[in-house]
Protein backbone atom coordinates (compact mmCIF):
# COMPACT_ATOMS: atom_id res chain seq x y z
CA UNK A 1 0.00 0.00 0.00
CA UNK A 2 1.50 3.34 -1.01
CA UNK A 3 1.13 6.03 1.17
CA UNK A 4 1.04 9.48 0.38
CA UNK A 5 2.57 12.09 2.46
CA UNK A 6 2.27 16.31 2.54
CA UNK A 7 5.31 18.62 2.99
CA UNK A 8 4.50 22.18 3.51
CA UNK A 9 7.76 24.65 4.55
CA UNK A 10 6.65 27.05 5.92
CA UNK A 11 9.97 29.07 6.99
CA UNK A 12 10.83 32.40 5.76
CA UNK A 13 13.69 34.66 5.19
CA UNK A 14 13.21 38.59 6.19
CA UNK A 15 15.84 40.62 4.92
CA UNK A 16 16.99 43.65 7.09
CA UNK A 17 18.43 47.04 5.36
CA UNK A 18 19.71 50.15 7.54
CA UNK A 19 21.50 53.16 7.16
CA UNK A 20 24.36 53.91 9.91
CA UNK A 21 26.79 56.89 10.23
CA UNK A 22 29.57 56.23 12.88
CA UNK A 23 29.53 59.41 14.42
CA UNK A 24 26.86 62.45 14.38
CA UNK A 25 29.41 64.01 12.21
CA UNK A 26 30.02 61.68 9.71
CA UNK A 27 28.84 62.34 6.22
CA UNK A 28 30.02 58.77 4.73
CA UNK A 29 26.46 56.66 4.78
CA UNK A 30 26.82 52.65 5.42
CA UNK A 31 24.44 50.64 4.36
CA UNK A 32 23.86 47.45 6.93
CA UNK A 33 22.03 44.20 6.09
CA UNK A 34 20.99 41.45 8.03
CA UNK A 35 19.02 38.57 7.21
CA UNK A 36 16.22 36.78 9.98
CA UNK A 37 15.14 33.41 9.70
CA UNK A 38 12.02 32.09 10.98
CA UNK A 39 8.89 29.60 10.71
CA UNK A 40 5.02 31.04 10.14
CA UNK A 41 3.23 30.23 12.95
CA UNK A 42 0.01 32.03 11.87
CA UNK A 43 -1.27 33.93 8.98
CA UNK A 44 -3.04 37.19 9.84
CA UNK A 45 -5.08 39.41 7.68
CA UNK A 46 -5.47 43.20 9.33
CA UNK A 47 -8.83 44.81 8.48
CA UNK A 48 -8.65 48.60 7.84
CA UNK A 49 -12.00 48.43 6.77
CA UNK A 50 -11.33 50.07 3.13
CA UNK A 51 -8.22 47.67 2.43
CA UNK A 52 -6.62 44.72 4.23
CA UNK A 53 -2.98 43.76 4.67
CA UNK A 54 -2.35 40.28 5.15
CA UNK A 55 0.84 39.24 7.64
CA UNK A 56 2.56 36.37 9.00
CA UNK A 57 3.04 35.64 12.57
CA UNK A 58 6.22 34.09 12.71
CA UNK A 59 8.64 32.79 15.37
CA UNK A 60 12.26 33.62 14.67
CA UNK A 61 15.66 32.34 15.45
CA UNK A 62 18.59 34.03 17.36
CA UNK A 63 21.27 35.85 15.20
CA UNK A 64 23.39 35.22 17.93
CA UNK A 65 23.18 31.48 18.59
CA UNK A 66 20.83 29.70 16.30
CA UNK A 67 22.50 30.05 12.77
CA UNK A 68 25.78 29.62 11.58
CA UNK A 69 27.26 29.20 7.92
CA UNK A 70 29.05 25.92 7.26
CA UNK A 71 32.14 25.32 5.82
CA UNK A 72 30.07 25.10 1.78
CA UNK A 73 28.82 27.93 2.49
CA UNK A 74 25.48 27.01 3.60
CA UNK A 75 23.45 28.65 6.38
CA UNK A 76 22.26 26.60 9.20
CA UNK A 77 19.28 27.13 11.24
CA UNK A 78 18.44 25.70 14.57
CA UNK A 79 14.83 26.60 15.73
CA UNK A 80 15.41 25.31 19.33
CA UNK A 81 17.23 28.44 19.12
CA UNK A 82 14.18 31.00 19.53
CA UNK A 83 14.71 34.84 19.83
CA UNK A 84 13.04 37.97 18.91
CA UNK A 85 10.04 37.55 20.94
CA UNK A 86 8.80 40.99 21.17
CA UNK A 87 8.71 41.26 17.29
CA UNK A 88 6.95 38.45 15.44
CA UNK A 89 4.80 39.79 12.73
CA UNK A 90 6.04 40.63 9.58
CA UNK A 91 4.55 41.66 6.25
CA UNK A 92 3.44 38.95 3.83
CA UNK A 93 5.76 41.37 1.32
CA UNK A 94 9.01 41.33 3.21
CA UNK A 95 8.94 37.56 3.57
CA UNK A 96 10.66 35.10 1.20
Known sequence: MDEKSTV????????VESRHFSTSKDTNL?????AYY????EIWKVD????????????C????NGVKIDES??????FQKIGY???????????S
Open 8 to 15: QNSSVTLE
Open 61 to 64: VDNK
Open 48 to 59: YTKFSVPIFKCK
Open 85 to 95: RDEQFIMVQQA
Open 30 to 34: VLGSM
Open 73 to 78: GFTLVN
Open 38 to 41: GLIE
